[in-house]
């Protein structure tokens, strides 16, 4: 008997192969949820938005809401952000705006990776990148975290060695600033020196700068990309911790060759003639500025009122950091608590979390968590690490 035909025979290698995405998981009832990096509701500009589109659609029905091309006014904003960050060689020729960074994450794979091909990434880091990389047919190699981000020690001993083997790879991957989801911050000379080892061995850094602007204690920090003079690193970076994510905008800066071809990749053209005027007006006359300020100081409460009830509820041999930036407070778990026994005994009492394992390329972070503090209202965050504290000490009890 001839088997009947299936949809599954139709989809292409990439389409049955590539892993399943595990999405937002729905919370059980009364859970408290510290697993995603969300931005805080609470915050979100509402009337300036409103005032913002009504001044687009007042100047301009037709240009903000026919076909058209990318807001020029928004690249030079971007322009002029970056090089108040002291990156000079931004430019509207190598700056390429986008529906979100994960729409530049996912481009650039398919315009430098062919199958089998070797990217380096952090570990751990936001998996949603490598799961990009991936499907794209990449090879993975990690490089592990330290406390002042990717080991520079490792990654050039890793360089040497692909090099030994006659092994290009194609980018190295890396959160520098405030990391997801570590919280660390790579130094000024470490910046100079990942600069140095892409120039030494012709790799390409992709600087993932979504948390840059989140910085709640010491100096303003210097991208990667503005020690860069001679063309190894792309910066993408995003509106959506610092205005709102429902937006999807972003941008990527770099060599203007890649930017060309993620463009041309890019194949639905410009990224929205009216959000992209609706982001670029309400940006005008330092409000973006200004919002950016208010952020901080909510988001720099909710990290010490996050801190403070670890300390409080937390078993004393729970280490963790304290970022200065970003959204994420990062956990090492002692040897007789898996993350995943947790994440069972944390549902039991009513909360969620990230285990470290989501985390990671190659299977590591079982005795990591992640916690994000961004989203819940103060008084969420202090229940949710009672909770979270109280399944630590349950967890003890029966192993």
């Known amino acids: 008997m ?9 989809f292409a290698q990439r389409a049955q192969t590539v892993a399943d995405s595990p999405g937002w998981a729905p919370e059980p009832e009364g859970s408290i949820s ?21 001044e687009v659609l ?35 020729s190598n700056v390429l705006i986008s529906y979100g960074s994960s729409q530049i994450l996912a481009l650039l794979p398919q315009i430098l990776v062919d199958p089998g091909d070797t990217v380096i990434v952090e570990g751990p880091c936001f998996i ?15 490089v592990p975290v330290r406390d002042d981000g990717m080991d520079l020690d490792a990654l050039a001993t890793m360089l040497a060695d692909l090099q030994s083997r006659g092994i290009q790879p194609k980018f190295i991957y890396v959160t520098p600033t405030y990391q997801n989801p570590t919280g660390t911050l790579m130094p000024p000379a470490n910046r100079k020196r990942i600069v140095a080892l892409a120039e030494q061995y012709g790799v390409l850094i992709v600087e ?41 905008m972003a941008w990527a800066c770099g060599p203007e060759a890649v930017i060309k071809r993620l463009a041309k990749f890019k194949f639905e053209g410009g990224s929205g003639p009216f959000i992209t005027r609706l982001v670029e ?19 720099k409460r909710k990290r010490d ?16 950091n304290v970022p200065m930036g970003g959204f994420f407070i990062y956990c090492y778990l002692p040897a007789d608590m898996p993350a995943a026994e947790l994440v ?17 390329a190659n299977g590591q972070g079982t005795h990591e968590i992640r916690l994000a503090f961004s989203y819940q209202s103060d008084e969420k965050i202090v229940e949710g690490i009672r909770r979270l504290g109280a399944a630590m000490k349950a967890l003890r009890t029966t192993v």
């Open 344 to 360: 069972q005994k944390g549902r039991e009492h009513g909360v969620t979390f990230l285990p470290g394992m989501g985390c990671y």
């Open 128 to 142: 949603g990148a490598v799961r990009s990389f991936q499907a794209a047919g990449a090879r993975i190699e990690t």
């Open 281 to 299: 007006r309400f940006a005008a006359d330092g409000r973006l500025e200004a919002h950016i300020d208010e952020l901080n100081g909510t988001y």
């Open 305 to 320: 009122l996050m801190v403070d009830t670890i300390r409080s509820e937390f078993p004393a041999d729970v280490r963790f």
């Open 34 to 54: 510290l697993a995603y990096g969300f931005a805080d509701p609470a915050h979100f500009p509402v009337n300036e938005l409103v005032e913002a589109t009504a």
């Open 208 to 248: 993932d700068d979504a948390y840059g602007d989140l910085r709640f204690e010491g100096e303003p920090v210097t991208p990667i990309i503005a020690y860069d003079t001679k063309g190894w690193v792309i910066n993408v970076g995003t509106f959506s911790k610092i205005l709102a994510p429902g937006v999807r």
């Open 2 to 10: 001839t088997q009947s035909p299936t949809l599954d025979a139709l």
């Open 58 to 92: 007042a100047e301009d029905v037709d240009g903000a809401l026919n076909y058209g091309p990318t807001c020029a006014g928004l690249i030079k904003l971007v322009v002029n952000r970056l090089q108040h960050r002291g990156v000079n060689q931004a430019d509207p």
